[in-house]
């Protein structure tokens, strides 16, 4: 699997939009960028995934570049909530026997300030 | 409720003895894998079962062992026990380990080793 940079922490103010980054320079076209996070040793909760468009659901933005070699997690309006470590990470298509694992780095620190 | 169930969620026991942690997947959910996260390591991946068969191995000590059963609730046991094994144990299960699925991991068990 790809590995992944993401900076240590990051603060934002309730209300605003948190963008997240992520380097994944190494990636494979076969890869996918997946985005979880952790609220204070919770089970890690699953956010977005996405291969090469740009996806969005009820939690999140997910915007890949172009060259697939970063991405960025959105979260629009962010709440008190929403303070937790991101973790992005990438992850082998299907076949092999290594695709079934999810490779946590070390996150994101999320700190969203009233 | 994320769906997945482990139990027990707290677990105290001394050096040396034998334990095992308990994880029901959602329903439905065929893939369980086991993860461990210590404060200096954070989350490692274990192990993955699909529908009662290994399916990848990570970083997982010889004095650990997993099984899935028929009916796809899966079970770590972890003995001889070492100081160093203290650490939150998080399951997560899929449909499928195919890459349109995300993971639903459980609350986890924190087993302390005194």
């Known amino acids: 699997d790809a590995k992944t940079t993401q900076p240590p922490s990051m603060d934002c103010a309730e209300g605003r939009a948190a963008n997240l980054p992520c380097n994944h320079s190494t990636i494979s076209g076969n890869e996918y960028v997946y985005w979880y996070r952790q609220i204070h040793s919770q089970g890690p909760q699953y956010i977005i995934h996405g291969l090469k468009n740009n996806e969005t659901n009820e939690m999140a933005s997910l915007i890949i570049t172009e060259d697939r070699k970063s991405s960025t997690l959105i979260l629009p309006h962010a709440t008190l909530r929403d303070t937790a470590v991101y973790y992005c990470?990438?992850?082998?298509?299907?076949?092999?026997?290594?695709?079934?694992?999810?490779?946590f780095g070390q996150g994101t620190i999320l700190t969203v300030h009233p | 409720d994320s769906g997945v169930t482990q139990t027990p969620k707290h677990l105290i026991t001394a050096t040396g003895q034998r334990v095992t942690l308990r994880c029901s997947p959602r329903s439905g959910d065929l893939s369980v894998y086991w993860y461990q996260q210590s404060l200096d390591q954070g989350l490692q991946f274990l192990i993955h079962?699909?529908?009662?068969?290994?399916?990848a191995k990570g970083n997982i000590l010889e004095r650990f062992s997993a099984q899935q059963f028929p009916d796809l609730h899966s079970e770590l046991n972890l003995s001889s026990l070492e100081l160093g094994d203290s650490a939150l144990y998080f399951c997560?299960?899929?449909?499928?380990?195919?890459?349109?699925?995300?993971?639903?991991f459980g609350s986890g068990t924190r087993l302390t080793v005194v």
């Open positions: 079962y699909y529908n009662g068969e290994e399916r």
């Open positions: 990470i990438v992850r082998v298509a299907a076949g092999g026997t290594s695709y079934g694992k999810l490779t």
């Open positions: 997560a299960s899929s449909v499928s380990t195919g890459t349109n699925y995300g993971y639903t």
